[in-house]
Structure formats: structure tokens, C-alpha cells
T-cell receptor, first 114, second 114 residues
Framework: GENVEQHPSTLSVQEGDSAVIKCTYS??????FPWYKQELGKRPQLIID?????GEKKDQRIAVTLNKTAKHFSLHITETQPEDSAVYFC?????????????FGTGTQLKVEL | DTGVSQNPRHKITKRGQNVTFRCDPI?????LYWYRQTLGQGPEFLTY????????KSRLLSDRFSAERPKGSFSTLEIQRTEQGDSAMYLC????????????FGPGTRLTVT
């Protein structure tokens, strides 16, 4: 089955700096890669996703890049703000056909310091 | 709130007791997923439904676990003869018919087995 590894496990940045979180996946059939933000005690929130037919997607201060050859994808957050502090999870799944179960990474605790 | 809802939000039970959780997906979402999340880990897939049909079950779902979605709307997850190792956050997610790969999570039910 799919295996997703995520690094780093914790990341501390100064407000206004950029943050980068990296994930690798094992199953070359995976073609959908979402990122979730989870604040303490709250539900995972889908913040951005990318499908394998594109290499990069941007939404305001967040962007995701995908390298299918190397089987890795990354989340980039620019101009970080204190409200960006949370745990971020990457995930991978296959879109076509049957179930789209997500395989998640182990999470990155992002702390944005003033 | 038109998001995924789950009840109860917290459940404390004694080892050996049965528990049942409920998930109400976003209206008209035809796919419904159950995941389990333990502290410091990403969610792990348990099972999923397309309408009322349960189409996939993880090996994590032992025979003490059963899930139903009788009318293709809400779903229940029952755990029989609970064990301390069942203590976790149980998350439900749903996805729309036209974007089946996008999963939106509920707030979860936190189970504590004493």
C-alpha cells in the first residue's frame, strides 16, 4: 500500500518568514495530493490540493509543488502569520475508479513566532 | 453549520463496553469515510461508503468494529468489547459526487477507554 513520509515534524519560523514542508510517497499510482491544517482540538481542514497533471498550484500565500518523477510534493507558506500555527498533514490517494482513501503523513507542527 | 457533524464529541467508556458513534455528512455528499487518529499521528483510513454500500475496509478494522450507512445519509461506527487500544479520535469525512477526491472532515469523536 501507499506510504507517505513527512518532514520536518516540527518547524518554527518568525512571523513574515516562509515555511516549507516536504512529503514523499511510495505508490506511483497516487495522483491526488491534498494538504490539511489541523488546529488543536479541531477538524482537519483542507487548505490546498494538487492533482498529478499539474506541477504547481498557488492560492494566495500557500502553494504546493509536485514532482512525480521523484515522488515528492511540498507545501510552501509565504509571509507567515501567527494564525498559521497548527499541525499540517500531507496525504496521497488515487483518484480513478474506486475508493479515494487518503494515506496521511505524520504531520508537521508549525509554530509562527512573533 | 453545513459541515460534517459527529456525535458525541467525547465518549468515555470502560473496557469491554460497546460504543456507537454517528456521522452526518454534508448534504448530498455520496461518499463517506471513517478514519482513526491517535496522538501525534495522521488520520488512518478505516472504511468508506459510496451511498449505502460499504466498499472498502482497512485491515485496522477488526471484527469488533462495524460500520453502517443504511440509507446513504448518516453513518454509524460501532465498537464492541472496547479495549484500551481503541482510545483515539474517530474522524468522519465526506466527499461530493462531482469531486469525489475532496474529503471534508468532521470534528471527530474522542474515545477514551478506561
Amino acid at each position: 500500500g501507499e506510504n507517505v513520509e513527512q518532514h520536518p515534524s516540527t518547524l518554527s519560523v518568525q512571523e513574515g518568514d516562509s515555511a516549507v514542508i516536504k512529503c514523499t510517497y511510495s505508490d506511483s499510482a497516487s495522483n491526488y495530493f491534498p494538504w490539511y491544517k489541523q488546529e488543536l482540538g479541531k477538524r482537519p481542514q483542507l487548505i490546498i490540493d494538487i492533482r498529478s497533471n499539474v506541477g504547481e498550484k498557488k492560492d494566495q500565500r500557500i502553494a504546493v509543488t509536485l514532482n512525480k518523477t521523484a515522488k515528492h510534493f511540498s507545501l510552501h507558506i509565504t509571509e507567515t502569520q501567527p494564525e498559521d500555527s497548527a499541525v499540517y498533514f500531507c496525504a496521497a490517494s488515487g483518484i480513478a475508479g474506486g475508493g479515494n482513501k487518503l494515506t496521511f503523513g505524520t504531520g508537521t507542527q508549525l509554530k509562527v513566532e512573533l | 453549520d453545513t459541515g460534517v457533524s459527529q456525535n458525541p464529541r467525547h465518549k468515555i467508556t470502560k473496557r469491554g463496553q460497546n460504543v456507537t458513534f454517528r456521522c452526518d455528512p454534508i448534504s448530498e455528499h455520496n461518499r463517506l469515510y471513517w478514519y482513526r487518529q491517535t496522538l501525534g499521528q495522521g488520520p488512518e483510513f478505516l472504511t468508506y461508503f459510496q451511498n449505502e454500500a460499504q466498499l472498502e475496509k482497512s485491515r485496522l478494522l477488526s471484527d469488533r468494529f462495524s460500520a453502517e450507512r443504511p440509507k446513504g445519509s448518516f453513518s454509524t461506527l460501532e465498537i464492541q468489547r472496547t479495549e484500551q487500544g481503541d482510545s483515539a479520535m474517530y474522524l468522519c469525512a465526506s466527499s461530493p459526487r462531482d469531486r469525489a477526491y475532496e474529503q471534508y472532515f468532521g470534528p471527530g469523536t474522542r474515545l477514551t477507554v478506561t
